[in-house]
């Protein structure tokens, strides 16, 4: 059974925190990882996306990846409100997603 | 570019009866999902087109779900006869290649189904 984990949250950040997300996943053939953004009542978004150990940076985003651990992170530095929202971890091989983890960034 | 067109926005039906969304990807993308999202949950795969063939429908309830991509462009998801716990948004996603590993998913505005 191919799992993809996140701690659902909610998880509470003040403004200009950085902001820590966590996947972790159970198919070693798992190829590449995607980050997704949701707010409430809309489609998820793409963020960003890493296939190979190690940090990818895009702006005020950073997702991490250890595919040894299998386990793949983003952090948001500079968290302001407008980041609220769930953000969602994908896995490809087969687009599986966590059920994501809920984010509010307080004023 | 235009985006990945769904339809209806919302529907709402009784119990029993049967309902059918419909997909357009955006152009030229060879893989199509549907995908089921209950709400304060993530998105739950049904069922993975690449082109007109299936690739995945490991987690579609294929005694009241189908799905089919004819001529390997739109797609419609029917759910018949539909129960309570399928009220749900119904996603739908295209992506170039589900084989390129930098092919992410673009989604469509959904379609929130309410079964009363």
């Known amino acids: 059974q191919k799992e993809v984990e996140q701690n659902s949250g909610p998880l509470s950040v003040p403004e200009g925190a950085i902001a820590s997300l966590n996947c972790t996943y159970s198919?070693?053939?798992?190829?590449?990882f995607f980050w997704y953004r949701q707010y409430s009542g809309k489609s998820p978004e793409l963020i960003m996306f890493i296939y190979s150990n190690g940090d990818k940076e895009d702006g005020r985003f950073t997702a991490q990846l250890n595919k040894a651990s299998q386990y793949v992170s983003l952090l948001i530095r500079d968290s302001q409100p407008s980041d609220s929202a769930t953000y969602l971890c994908?896995?490809?091989?087969?687009?599986?997603f966590g059920a994501g983890t809920r984010l509010t960034v307080k004023p | 570019e235009a985006g990945v067109a769904q339809s209806p926005r919302y529907k709402i039906i009784e119990k029993r009866q049967s309902v059918a969304f419909w997909c357009n990807p955006i152009?030229?993308?060879?893989?199509l999902y549907w995908y089921q999202q209950i709400l304060g949950q993530g998105p739950k795969l049904l069922i993975q087109f690449q082109n007109n063939g299936v690739v995945d429908d490991s987690q579609l309830p294929k005694d009241r779900f189908s799905a089919e991509r004819l001529k390997g462009v739109d797609s419609t998801l029917k759910i018949q006869p539909a129960k309570l716990e399928d009220s749900a948004v119904y996603l739908c996603?295209?992506?170039?290649?589900?084989?390129?590993?930098?092919?992410?998913?673009?989604f469509g505005n959904g379609t929130r189904l309410t079964v009363t």
């Open positions: 996603a295209s992506s170039l290649d589900v084989g390129r590993v930098n092919s992410p998913l673009h």
């Open positions: 198919d070693r053939g798992s190829q590449s």
């Open positions: 152009s030229g993308h060879a893989t």
């Open positions: 994908a896995v490809k091989y087969d687009m599986r």
